[in-house]
């Protein structure tokens, strides 16, 4: 049986190796710093060890969990709205509706429509323009 990962927005911060403030802040007592650059994460699956570059998740049950940077970028699209409410790729504001499409979360309608169908996106910019 095959599966398809739902839609979500989650949050996350990269591990640089420095940032333990950072790190704290986002993830509380998940985590134990190990000295040097190795971070301890208490994970629903036990303690996981996280290393520079990977980056620290907060799921949908508000857990944490370490996720290395390639298994990330296949895994998760960027979710960037800045604080105006617009998307940071294209200048968009229509990101309320994202979620429910094509099961999979875009940053905003146009990139979703150029991602997904850009065959559709000259009929889209025209319904904009009216």
Known sequence: MKFRKKSVVIEAVQWSGGNVKEIAEFAGVAVRF??????????????????????????VNNEFYPVKPDIMFKTYDPF???????????????VDVLELLDEKAYCCLKCFITKTRPERMAAYLKNVER
């Open 34 to 59: 190990l000295g040097g650059q190795h971070l301890m994460i208490g994970t629903l699956e036990g303690d996981m060890c996280a290393s520079p570059g990977d980056w620290i998740v907060k799921g």
């Open 80 to 94: 960037v709205v800045d604080a105006n409410g617009r998307c940071g790729c294209c200048d968009d504001r229509d």
